[in-house]
T-cell receptor, first 112, second 115 residues
Framework: RKEVEQDPGPFNVPEGATVAFNCTYS??????FFWYRQDCRKEPKLLMS???SGNEDGRFTAQLNRASQYISLLIRDSKLSDSATYLC?????????????FGRGTQLTVWP | SQTIHQWPATLVQPVGSPLSLECTVE??????LYWYRQAAGRGLQLLFY??????ISSEVPQNLSASRPQDRQFILSSKKLLLSDSGFYLC??????????????FGPGTRLTVL
């Protein structure tokens, strides 16, 4: 079983649309959760951390459901520049190393 | 602020040739360092990690090796490349100690093609 699983998509949405991604994780002891964004042929970049109470950063909202072990990312008012692959990331709580497990990513294309 | 550098950006090598990729971090001390590989259309695979100078742990047995000769320098090597070594190699760092929010920050990567 994979540590982190995501729907690979692709999600194709028009500008201005709202789109949501979910991912599930297998380690119930995980404590840190993130969403990263990866543009084509570029390195992943941290988009936002996911806090237990949920958090919002502009048009982006992240939610955590510990009981069901899933994380979500909501993007409102999609922009062309939001087109990218979104990686769901979970830490290995048992490691002081700070190891992270990356999902394979969900591809988003926003069209005009 | 912290920055992470990788070079070269692109590399084309023949099968059986050696490899050396370098990663350096600026603006922080005692970081955890990581090497990942991302094959075309695939997820990130952790190859090596290091919590200090000379301390290397391998995640996947293969023909690659890593070294950390200095606190902020991480090197990925191979004596003989295989076709399957082609991919996008990413170096990352995080704050040592594995705090609650231990984000990792990536370098720009090296795109390796083995022919």
């Amino acid at each position: 079983r994979k540590e982190v699983e995501q729907d690979p998509g692709p999600f194709n949405v028009p500008e201005g649309a709202t789109v949501a991604f979910n991912c599930t994780y297998s380690n119930s002891a995980s404590q840190s959760f993130f969403w990263y964004r990866q543009d084509c042929r570029k390195e992943p970049k941290l988009l936002m951390s996911v806090y237990s109470s949920g958090n919002e950063d502009g048009r982006f909202t992240a939610q955590l459901n510990r009981a069901s072990q899933y994380i979500s990312l909501l993007i409102r008012d999609s922009k062309l520049s939001d087109s990218a692959t979104y990686l769901c990331v979970v830490n290995d709580r048992g490691s002081t190393l700070g190891r992270l497990y990356f999902g394979r990513g969900t591809q988003l294309t926003v069209w005009p | 602020s912290q920055t992470i550098h990788q070079w070269p950006a692109t590399l084309v090598q023949p099968v059986g040739s050696p490899l050396s990729l370098e990663c350096t971090v600026e603006g922080t001390s005692n970081p955890n360092l990581y090497w990942y590989r991302q094959a075309a259309g695939r997820g990130l695979q952790l190859l090596f990690y290091s919590v200090g100078i000379g301390q290397i742990s391998s995640e996947v047995p293969q023909n690659l090796s890593a070294s950390r000769p200095q606190d902020r320098q991480f090197i990925l090597s191979s004596k003989k490349l295989l076709l399957s070594d082609s991919g996008f190699y990413l170096c990352a760092w995080s704050t040592r100690g594995g705090g609650t929010y231990n984000e990792q920050f990536f370098g720009p990567g090296t795109r390796l093609t083995v022919l």
